[in-house]
């Protein structure tokens, strides 16, 4: 009996370590800094991105590179995209995983045209970002609900749209979870994740 349970033991602790390992492994490889690069998304986007922009002809928007603390007092990134006519709508554009804020730029183009400011953030591990793992949205919500604050804080009369794409859709539910001040008049979240399981 007693070399029966020993082998039942060594099995489970076989297991247990495979299964360990395994989703170490997966996690590290799944969830670790993202370095895929959408600059061509941001053809209309001028200023602190890397790449020039391939067509001259488009009107082009000013991007600014801006850093704020959040509320553990840590750096996160984003960009600002002031429009020219002067106005109190801003919208956060959210990206998806292993994107990077500029993949956000057809979105944001429409939005600036239609007369909105624009802030870019980039979540957790995720190009400026100084994060070295992917949080999948969890700790993203109080980064945005942070965006939020400072824009409230600069531009007290600011109307807040929330946009976010697949992980970013996500991180709009789980944001809209948390207190919100009421310069926050509307959440838009597109093919979001319903767990991270799913």
């Known amino acids: 009996f007693m070399g029966k349970k020993n082998k039942i033991l060594k099995a489970a602790a076989i297991a247990g370590a495979v299964y360990t390992i395994s989703g170490a492994a997966f996690t590290g490889f799944v969830l670790t800094r993202a370095h895929k690069h959408f600059s061509k998304f941001a053809d209309w986007v001028k200023g602190t991105e890397p790449d ?32 020219p006519v002067e106005s109190d709508k801003w919208a956060i554009l959210i990206h998806g995983f292993n994107c990077e804020p500029f993949y956000m730029a057809n979105l944001a183009e429409k939005y600036y045209e239609w007369g909105y400011n624009i802030i870019l953030p980039a979540l957790r591990g995720h190009d400026h970002s100084e994060h070295n793992t992917v949080s999948m949205g969890w ?60």
């Not at 944001?175 to 093919?191: F, H, Q, R, S």
């Open 52 to 83: 020039p922009p391939a067509d001259t002809s488009k009107t082009q928007a000013k991007s600014d590179h801006i850093v704020i603390k959040n509320r553990d007092n840590k750096p996160i990134h984003g960009f600002m995209i002031k429009n």
């Open 139 to 198: 700790l993203d919500r109080l980064d945005m609900v942070d965006w939020v604050n400072y824009l409230v804080t600069i531009h007290p009369e600011c109307q807040i749209v929330l946009h976010g794409i697949s992980m970013g859709g996500a991180t709009v539910m789980m944001t809209v979870g948390e207190e919100l001040p009421v310069n926050v008049k509307c959440a838009i979240e597109d093919c979001g994740f319903t767990s991270v399981w799913d």
